[in-house]
């Protein structure tokens, strides 16, 4: 409040007065408005980024440990065939009083313990799949020698249900790849063709220069288990 007097006497004063009425936490508000409505924003984009974070971890935890239920299952079924050819062998080694017989089946014996050495040794490389430091080595793989090297490990299993083993062969496929895992895959393969077969059964190996495949003579998969399998992949 302002007063200027403009005169005075005995009778009368005249007086001008001017009100000023301010408020300035209303001013403040319309000039920090802007930063409240950014600062809001930016807990939006934060809370955002939290949720996204959290949720993408549980999707990690998820998947891993569906890599380890696959994984343990996956070295159950490897694990299955050298347990089989070995007590293939060993059954057939105490039918058997063949010296000659005997020592062929000892070391088959032999070399199916050391696959199987050499597969819990490489366990340990497969479990650094969780942190990511597995290598693979890449190589030039010809599949049909691959196939071949494999049919030798099931051999017992082959020679057990009587069965044959045919290549029709129309051309060289090759791919790059780890020999040892792709080694692996292969005699998953020639392992269920041979136990999945029916006795005097057929095995047929399709070698093209642009695929490769593996067939055999024993019953069709049911259908709802195809239907099961598709929905797991």
């Known amino acids: 409040i302002i007063s200027i007097y403009f005169g005075d006497d005995s009778e009368h004063v005249y007086s001008l007065i001017f009100r000023n009425i301010t408020h300035p936490w209303m001013a403040a508000m319309n000039y920090m408005k802007y930063v409240y409505l950014g600062g809001f924003f930016l807990m939006l984009v934060c809370a955002a980024a939290v949720i996204?974070?959290?949720?993408r971890t549980y999707e990690q935890q998820t998947r891993l440990e569906e890599?380890?239920?696959d994984f343990t299952n996956a070295i159950a079924h490897e694990?299955?065939?050298?347990?089989?050819?070995?007590?293939?062998?060993?059954?057939?080694l105490k039918e058997n009083t063949n010296e000659q017989k005997k020592d062929y089946y000892l070391?088959?014996?032999?070399?199916?313990?050391?696959?199987m050495d050499q597969m819990v040794r490489k366990m340990c490389d497969i479990s650094k799949l969780d942190s990511e430091q597995l290598v693979?080595?890449?190589?030039?793989?010809?599949?049909?020698?691959?196939f071949q090297e494999q049919e030798k490990k099931v051999q017992s299993l082959i020679a057990e249900m009587d069965l044959d083993v045919e290549y029709r062969l129309r051309g060289e496929f090759r791919l790059e790849g780890d020999r040892y895992y792709l080694g692996k895959a292969l005699l998953n393969l020639f392992s269920n063709a041979a136990e999945y077969n029916q006795r005097n059964g057929i095995i047929l190996i399709t070698?093209?220069?642009?695929?490769?495949?593996?067939?055999?003579?024993?019953?069709?998969?049911?259908?709802?288990?195809?239907?099961?399998?598709?929905?797991?992949?």
Do not use: H
């Not at 220069?209 to 069709?220: L, Q, R």
């Open 52 to 55: 996204y974070a959290m949720n």
């Open 67 to 69: 890599m380890r239920r």
């Open 79 to 92: 694990l299955k065939t050298p347990l089989g050819v070995v007590r293939g062998f060993t059954e057939n």
């Open 107 to 115: 070391d088959k014996i032999v070399e199916q313990t050391e696959e």
């Open 136 to 146: 693979l080595q890449k190589e030039s793989v010809d599949l049909l020698e691959m």
């Open 207 to 233: 070698v093209d220069s642009a695929f490769c495949s593996i067939e055999n003579t024993g019953d069709p998969i049911p259908e709802e288990k195809l239907a099961f399998a598709g929905n797991l992949f």
